[in-house]
């Protein structure tokens, strides 16, 4: 019976073979576990970078009317601001660019006609003011600056002046539409002058002092007069109707402009 004498070293070159192939296989396992993360690091940041704001921006879209809707059949004033008047609908829309927000404005309201009587006159002065036009969400406010108290800037009392008096939050007015290409905000004007639970013009107020029984802006009896729109500045003239709570008090109820 003859048998069969391996040498040594053929038997050790029989295991070394497979080490052999190792290295190949973990570069080739190593190139395409690479080559695998590069792709996915390549596309994930772009869908998390391309896809919320479009989702946020649909999402305002659906809730707010398209611009065009609004105005349409609105006679368009460009000027400082630009106005979107409807005379059909006694509707004023004031059109806000992105730069104006937190820009500061200055209000002149003046009596355009009186009573007559009462210290209530033509051409009298009832108050100037800067404001702020400031957006929070799908709403923008009209903010009046703290303008009495305030320091140099890089002065060290301006954090504890910013913390000690506040700016005033008049009022919060809902935006009516966006523009889907300059951005800008729309809103009414008649949510700011012609509401009854809102007196920018400050005539409300004045009125118990003067006659002697308390009155608020009847809406129905309240309209826009005059709208004009100038490079430098805006105009508008508006009638007020008042009405009482208690009609027995008084003579008559006032209208001014």
């Given at each position: 019976?003859k048998r069969?004498?391996?040498p040594?070293?053929?038997?050790n070159q029989q295991?070394k073979?497979?080490?052999?192939n190792l290295?190949?296989i973990?570069?080739?396992l190593?190139l395409?576990?690479?080559c695998?993360?590069?792709y996915?690091?390549f596309?994930l940041?772009?869908?998390?970078?391309s896809?919320?704001p479009s989702?946020?921006q649909?999402g305002?879209q659906?809730?707010?009317?398209?611009f065009?809707q609004?105005?349409q059949?609105?006679?368009?004033l460009?000027?400082?601001f630009?106005?979107?008047?409807n005379?059909a609908?006694?509707?004023?829309y004031?059109?806000?660019k992105?730069q104006?927000?937190?820009?500061?404005?200055?209000?002149f309201v003046?009596?355009a006609?009186?009573?007559?009587?009462?210290?209530?006159?033509?051409?009298?002065?009832i108050?100037?003011?800067?404001?702020?036009l400031?957006?929070?969400?799908n709403?923008?406010q009209?903010?009046i600056?703290?303008i009495?108290?305030?320091?140099r800037?890089?002065?060290p009392?301006a954090?504890s002046?910013?913390?000690?008096?506040s700016?005033?939050?008049?009022y919060?007015?809902?935006?009516?539409?966006?523009h889907?290409?300059r951005?800008?905000?729309?809103i009414?004007?008649?949510?700011?002058?012609m509401?009854?639970?809102?007196?920018?013009p400050g005539?409300k107020?004045?009125?118990p002092m003067?006659?002697?029984?308390?009155y608020s802006?009847?809406e129905?009896?309240s309209y826009?007069?005059?709208?004009?729109?100038?490079?430098?500045?805006v105009?508008?003239?508006s009638?007020?109707?008042f009405s009482?709570d208690d009609?027995?008090?008084?003579?008559?109820?006032?209208?001014?402009?």
């Amino acid at each position: 019976m003859k048998r069969l004498i391996f040498p040594e070293n053929s038997k050790n070159q029989q295991i070394k073979i497979p080490r052999k192939n190792l290295p190949l296989i973990f570069f080739i396992l190593s190139l395409a576990f690479f080559c695998f993360s590069l792709y996915k690091g390549f596309w994930l940041p772009l869908a998390l970078s391309s896809g919320p704001p479009s989702n946020e921006q649909s999402g305002e879209q659906q809730t707010l009317a398209p611009f065009e809707q609004v105005v349409q059949d609105a006679q368009k004033l460009e000027g400082l601001f630009t106005l979107y008047r409807n005379q059909a609908t006694d509707k004023v829309y004031l059109e806000i660019k992105p730069q104006q927000l937190d820009k500061k404005f200055l209000c002149f309201v003046t009596l355009a006609s009186g009573l007559g009587e009462a210290g209530i006159l033509s051409g009298m002065p009832i108050g100037d003011f800067l404001f702020q036009l400031r957006r929070v969400q799908n709403n923008v406010q009209f903010v009046i600056p703290n303008i009495n108290f305030r320091t140099r800037p890089g002065d060290p009392q301006a954090g504890s002046v910013e913390r000690g008096f506040s700016e005033s939050i008049l009022y919060s007015l809902p935006l009516k539409s966006i523009h889907s290409q300059r951005q800008t905000l729309l809103i009414d004007l008649g949510d700011l002058l012609m509401s009854e639970k809102r007196d920018l013009p400050g005539v409300k107020a004045i009125l118990p002092m003067i006659l002697g029984a308390s009155y608020s802006i009847d809406e129905d009896k309240s309209y826009f007069k005059d709208v004009k729109a100038f490079p430098l500045n805006v105009e508008i003239a508006s009638i007020y109707g008042f009405s009482s709570d208690d009609d027995s008090a008084v003579n008559y109820l006032p209208s001014v402009s």
